[in-house]
């Protein structure tokens, strides 16, 4: 999860994030309004994948 993440956030324009300050906004503003969105597909499909390979691992544990 944390590569899919990673990667989309080194994608990601810091120059929205930026104009968001310079309007006016603080950094736990910009935060939510600008960032999260720009990263909330990563984190879906992190997610997913999170979740996928752990009901992976309980179908394993419960064989054994």
């Known amino acids: 999860m944390a590569v899919v993440v ?18 006016g ?3 736990f503003v910009a935060f ?3 960032t999260l969105p720009l990263i909330a597909p990563a984190l879906l499909v992190g997610w997913l994948l999170a ?6 691992d309980v179908v394993i544990a419960s064989f054994v």
């Open 51 to 56: 979740f996928t390979l752990s009901l992976d």
């Open 25 to 27: 906004a603080t950094p």
């Open 6 to 23: 990673q990667a989309r956030l080194a994608e990601a324009e810091r120059s929205l994030e930026e104009a968001a300050m310079d309007l």
């Open 32 to 34: 939510p309004t600008v």
